[in-house]
Structures are given as C-alpha cells and as structure tokens.
C-alpha cells in the first residue's frame, strides 16, 4: 500500500470552476500535510500547507483536512487555465515526506 | 532571499560511469532532501541530511549516496549507472525542525544515462 494516494487523472474541469482535488495518506502519525504544482518540466512548487484538522484558505485556494479520515483536498475556486499542472500532495512525519503520483489537472478555456 | 540551487541542470553520462550533483540550500535552511523523479514512478525520497548527518533514508541500492557539507550544501552521488537512472533528480530544503516543516525545491538536474 502506498503512503500516499492520489487519483492520476486528468481531472477536466471548464475555466472558472471549481476544481476539487483529493488525497489519502496511511501513516496516521502524519504531522504536515502539503500540496505542490508541477509544470510539466518544471520543479516543484509548493501552494500551501495544513497542519490542523478543518480548512485553511489562501486566495483561491482552499486546503481540508480530515485527520480521522485520513484525507487531504485541494479546492480551487475560478479555475485558470494557468491553474493546468500537476498537483502533488505530500505528508511528513518527522522529516520524512511521502509524495502521491500526482493529480493532472486541466482547465478549459 | 535566493532560493534553492542545483548544479548541473543537465547531464548526460553512460551506463557504468558516476555522477555527482550539487545543491545549495535556501540561506538559513540546514535539511536537505534528494528525490528522484520519473514518468513512471513518480517523486520518490532518496535520503535526507541534517547537520552534515543523514538523517532519513529512502529505498535506493548503495549506488546511491550523498552529503552534506558545514555549510549545508549538499551533494548526491550516483555510481555505476544504470539507464534505468535517467531522471529529473530534485533536492529540496527547510529549517529541519521536527514538526510543522515545509520544503523547498530546486530547479532539479536532469540525468539521461546512454
């Protein structure tokens, strides 16, 4: 069973949706919980990060986390089409981070 | 404040030779995290080093190895290549506190082994 998992996609969704990407993880010592974009050929590039149970909100981004479910989400409201990448989701326990496959996402204009 | 740093961006060696890649830390982080990246297999962990000390390891053969230097540089060697080694090979860095911790990626270094 992987660490983490993440449905690969692509999640297509049209220009100013809402764009809902989801994530488990098995280590329930998990402390940190992160989501990064990745353009293709690109790095890495975190957007945010969770640490409590309950959401967290910066600017269009919406972060949820359910501790006892063992389930990060990533809301994105008013879909860009700049907003098309994968999306990582990642968890650490300890300094040791697992990262899921990755959701591509696609935002049609 | 600069971010992180990898030299090369782009390498391209044969099977059985080595390599060695560099990163530079954001100013003030003092862990450093290698992964290797590929289409199939997605972002996996290679090992973490704090304070010049390994720290966390991941599931990679010996060929695979690093360190880090006192000024929290670090760099991973990779021996004997293989093909199967091409990948987009990223280090990423943070303080190092136990909890509450995020990471920073740098550009990455893209190995093709021939």
């Known amino acids: 069973q992987k660490e983490v998992e993440q449905n690969s996609g692509p999640l297509s969704v049209p220009e100013g949706a809402i764009a809902s990407l989801n994530c488990t993880y098995s280590?329930?010592?998990?402390?940190?919980f992160f989501w990064y974009r990745q353009y293709s050929g690109k790095s890495p590039e975190l957007i945010m990060f969770i640490y409590s149970n309950g959401d967290k909100e910066d600017g269009r981004f919406t972060a949820q986390l359910n501790k006892a479910s063992q389930y990060v989400s990533l809301l994105i409201r008013d879909s860009q089409p700049s907003d098309s990448a994968t999306y990582l989701c990642?968890?650490?326990?300890?300094?040791?981070?697992?990262f899921g496959s990755g959701t591509k996402l696609n935002v049609k204009p | 404040k600069a971010g992180v740093t990898q030299t090369p961006r782009y390498l391209i060696k044969t099977r059985g030779q080595q390599v060695t890649l560099s990163c530079s830390p954001i100013?003030?982080?003092?862990?450093v995290s290698w992964y290797q990246q590929t289409p199939g297999q997605g972002l996996q962990f290679l090992f973490e080093y704090f304070s010049e000390t390994q720290r966390n390891k991941g599931n990679f053969p010996g060929r695979f190895s690093g360190r880090q230097f006192s000024n929290s540089r670090s760099e991973m060697n990779v021996s004997t290549l293989e093909l199967g080694d091409s990948a987009l090979y990223l280090c990423?860095?943070?303080?190092?506190?136990?909890?509450?911790?995020?990471?920073?990626f740098g550009p990455g270094t893209r190995l093709l082994v021939l």
């Open positions: 990423a860095s943070s303080f190092g506190a136990d909890r509450e911790e995020t990471q920073y």
């Open positions: 280590d329930r010592g998990s402390q940190s």
């Open positions: 100013s003030g982080h003092r862990s």
């Open positions: 990642a968890v650490s326990h300890f300094n040791k981070f697992y």
